[in-house]
């Protein structure tokens, strides 16, 4: 395990997945999901989820990533 607390392929399997993660997702049903509004005790667990959404969407979905300030 080394370094990386939990093997090297998850890792970076890790790594690859919260590059693409943000702080909210609007879904195509109109859905706010963060974080928080899940039933998850890790944050980990949002990165799966956001990344399995992001990976079911149809070939044809315009992806749109938004930073805002409040």
């Not at 970076?12 to 928080?36: F, M, N, Q, V, Y």
Request: aromatic share 14%; with cysteine.
């Amino acid at each position: 395990m080394g370094e990386f607390g939990v093997g090297r392929e998850r890792f970076l399997r890790r790594k690859s997945c919260e590059s693409l993660t943000r702080d909210a997702l609007l879904t195509l049903d109109g859905k706010w999901i963060t974080p928080e509004s899940l039933a998850y005790e890790e944050y980990g667990e949002y990165i799966e989820f956001f990344n399995t959404y992001i990976d079911q969407l149809s070939p044809n979905a315009v992806l749109v990533n938004i930073t805002f300030h409040s």
